[in-house]
């Protein structure tokens, strides 16, 4: 029976064959990976993945979909986890010593949301190869100074290495979404590399830094930071915050979580 796609759950569904085959090759599945797909939909992906995995694990918000993926699949083949995957704990997925890889051509809708919730499991995570719009992806790997360049740069670029992989046209997806998309690669840095001594405050100080890109840090930052401060970081407080780098946020964050010791 035909689907009719839902907007609301940003259905576009991938319907070019090449395109498809250039994805999951650049996902490299070899058969026990621990792998989940976000969003299979009607399968696209899910398919090629399941030629070359011997198990997968898939989060899907859309009954019909998940009725679908019920008729089609074995639960020895694929499990089904019903609802929402920004609420959903890939956590409880990964075994001792056997990291998550995560997949998917994710509802562009929520694609901001889904990274912060997904950059929580990290840790047990090896890497997450995505399908975004280009425009977020250009400002997930966007280098200090460049216009893309803003808090979901910073805190993704914190916590993984990212690489932009090839772009995807409108024309490869049911219905064609009114942008270019992009396929990103995630891979998290270890933990010793990280150094930020409260990762909340850093979330905090760059949220306020980015929150008037206008205004200079002297301004946006005055709750965190004075003169002082700032000449002992080294940082010129008339700067506005694309200047800074990812290891100048981390030190500021430092800096204020020393002051309040
Ligand atoms: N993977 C399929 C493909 O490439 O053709 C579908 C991709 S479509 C862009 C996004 C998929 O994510 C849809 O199947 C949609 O129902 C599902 N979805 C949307 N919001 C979701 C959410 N919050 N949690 C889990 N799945 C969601």
């Not at 694990?57 to 019903?82: C, G, K, N, S, Y």
Request: glycine share 8%; aromatic share 6%; hydrophobic share 45%.
């Amino acid at each position: 029976m035909e689907h009719r796609a839902r907007k609301r759950f940003g259905q576009n569904f991938l319907s070019d064959p090449n395109i498809i085959r250039k994805i999951v090759d650049a996902i490299r599945p070899l058969p026990d990976d621990l792998m989940v797909e976000i969003g299979p939909g009607l399968g696209a992906m899910t398919e090629p993945l399941l030629e070359r995995l011997d198990h997968l694990h898939v989060v899907e918000i859309d009954r019909d979909l998940i009725a679908r993926l019920h008729q089609r699949w074995t639960p020895e083949r694929l499990t089904v986890h019903e609802g929402d995957a920004l609420k959903f704990d890939f956590g409880s997925l990964a075994g001792d010593g056997c990291p998550l890889r995560i997949v998917g051509n994710l509802p562009y809708n929520i694609s901001t949301p889904i990274l912060f919730h997904l950059a929580e499991f990290a840790e047990q995570v090896r890497d997450m190869s995505f399908m975004l719009q280009k425009e977020v992806v250009m400002r997930m790997v966007a280098e200090p100074g460049s216009e893309e360049y803003g808090r979901l740069s910073v805190m993704l670029q914190y916590r993984f290495r990212m690489g932009r992989l090839f772009d995807v046209p409108p024309g490869a997806f049911r219905p064609a979404p009114k942008v270019m998309s992009s396929i990103v690669r995630m891979i998290p840095l270890p933990r010793e590399a990280l150094g930020a001594h409260d990762e909340a405050l850093l979330g905090e100080v760059v949220t306020a830094a980015f929150g008037q890109r206008r205004k200079t840090l002297r301004n946006t930052l005055r709750e965190y930071l004075g003169e002082a401060d700032f000449a002992a970081l080294g940082i010129d407080p008339g700067l506005r915050a694309e200047r800074l780098a990812v290891a100048d946020y981390v030190a500021i964050a430092n800096h204020v979580a020393d002051k309040r010791k």
